[in-house]
């Protein structure tokens, strides 16, 4: 049966289908450190909506489950691939199909890089908000599939904020339009929202109509600001948002995960113990909300120091774009992705300590802390997750959802953090939530076994 399937692959799309072992063995895999079991039966690299139309009508006739993929820089295993599965690529189809400044949107194809989307952008004099750390590497269809933020969303927005509408190709090979060019919209039931997230169950996304921005207009001052552990940098980060000034980017790395980005990198030591608050603001009020935070980290214990320049300033962003690098450096790594409210911020530091204490671990963390999203780190030699990886992430999650929070901010479900979603959402929303998805994919063969465990 699976030759068949390839076979008709092949007569349809040709080229665009490839079974070679190394291409096969990459799509089992993403950022995770997770990978599928077994081999994809093949990958189709398409190119255009009809390509990935004729892959998912093929795959519906012949009940083959199909795994929505981009870039693969997912850190959940959402777009792994394995026996007896079509990974669908959709990283090819990477153009900028209009760009409207007047009307501040843009319509892209979905395999288009953030960073490279920005750059064709730039001369128009409109960006795109959402600003994952990987935004070298991840792609705007990922970006949707995942609900993704970045290092900008406490300001700006994460990807929700940004979309206008979607092109969705359903299990069946259908095209749907979904959403509006307007920037207002509320006819019918909103699909482009139930869209963004839902980690390839629903559809594939073929392009995405996006909500843009003006070019940021004065200048962007960046700060840092060392404190002696990474609860008083926490309390700093809490201060710094209550005091009502927005900065544009407010980032805390913790003694370990500052430690080991420093070495990466071949910068000086950190002092032992410290942790870091890195702070950016922008527009023309810029150096005056930077002195407002540089009085407040001061007070709250912080050793401030400002960036002389731009330069200067990417340079000290670079240190928490340099996390996930600095992390692969010490074994494999399992990255967690919880959000609580930005109050509670001091107390889910408290919570990883006490983690860390009782299951006898050291778990490096990072946070968006403009937003109350912390990335938490487990490190461990091999392949496998070890048992107590497993113990401990799952006190990790539960602390989280006491203070009020979430299993995940931007990475999405996937497969790691299945077994607990229903802890979140309750038993009636989380087959309500199945049920939907079956309106959709009837026959359950988009990304079967993510989100929703069996």
């Not at 300033?313 to 774009?321: M, P």
């Not at 074994?331 to 530091?349: H, K, N, Q, W």
């Amino acid at each position: 049966m699976s030759a068949d399937v390839v076979a008709l692959l092949r007569a349809e799309l040709g080229e665009r289908v490839d079974t070679r072992p190394a291409s096969l063995e990459a799509a089992r895999a993403d950022k995770s450190g997770h990978a599928a079991t077994g081999l994809p039966l093949a990958i189709v690299n398409a190119a255009s909506v009809a390509d990935v139309q004729a892959a998912l009508r093929i795959a519906s006739a012949t009940r083959t489950p199909v795994v929505p993929r981009g870039a693969g820089t997912g850190l959940a295993g959402g777009a792994n691939t394995g026996g007896g599965e079509i990974s669908l690529s959709v990283r090819a189809m990477d153009r900028v199909i209009e760009v409207r400044p007047d009307d501040l949107l843009a319509v892209v194809e979905p395999g288009i890089l953030n960073a490279d989307l920005n750059a064709l952008l730039e001369p128009h004099g409109v960006w795109w908000a959402p600003d994952p750390a990987s935004r070298a590497i991840s792609t705007v269809g990922g970006n949707i599939a995942t609900g993704a933020g970045g290092l900008l969303c406490a300001k700006y927005g994460v990807v929700r904020d940004a979309v206008l509408g979607v092109d969705l190709v359903l299990a069946d090979g259908r095209l749907l339009h979904l959403g509006h060019r307007s920037v207002k919209g509320v006819t019918g039931l909103d699909l482009t929202s139930l869209v963004i997230g839902s980690e390839g169950t629903l559809g594939v996304v073929v392009g995405a109509t996006l909500k843009l921005r003006r070019l940021v207009e004065g200048e962007r001052v960046t700060l840092t600001a060392l404190f002696e552990g990474v609860r008083a940098a926490a309390v700093a980060s809490a201060a710094v948002t209550a005091s009502g000034v927005q900065p544009a980017i407010m980032e805390l790395m913790d003694a370990t995960s500052l430690a080991a980005v420093h070495r990466l990198l071949s910068l000086p030591a950190p002092p032992v113990g410290a942790a870091q608050l890195t702070i950016q603001t922008d527009g023309p009020v810029a150096a005056d909300e930077a002195r407002v935070i540089a009085d407040v980290l001061t007070a709250a214990g912080g050793h401030v120091s400002v960036a002389a320049d731009a330069v200067e300033g990417e340079a000290l962003l670079a240190v928490r774009r340099a996390m996930h690098p600095a992390m692969e450096t010490l074994g494999t790594t399992l990255i967690e992705d919880v959000s609580v409210p930005r109050s509670a911020l001091p107390d889910m530091f408290d919570e990883i300590a006490r983690i860390e204490r009782e299951f006898g671990l050291v778990i490096p963390a990072v946070a968006h802390a403009g937003d109350g999203n912390l990335h938490p780190n487990f490190v461990f030699d091999g392949p496998d997750v070890p048992a107590v990886v497993w113990d401990a992430a799952e006190e990790l999650f539960r602390a989280a959802l006491a203070l009020g929070g979430t299993l995940t901010g931007e990475h999405g479900i996937g497969v790691l953090k299945r077994r607990w979603l229903a802890d979140e959402l309750g038993d009636d929303q989380w087959q309500l939530q199945r049920d939907i998805a079956r309106v959709f994919d009837p026959l359950g063969i988009l990304n079967p076994g993510k989100v929703f465990a069996p």
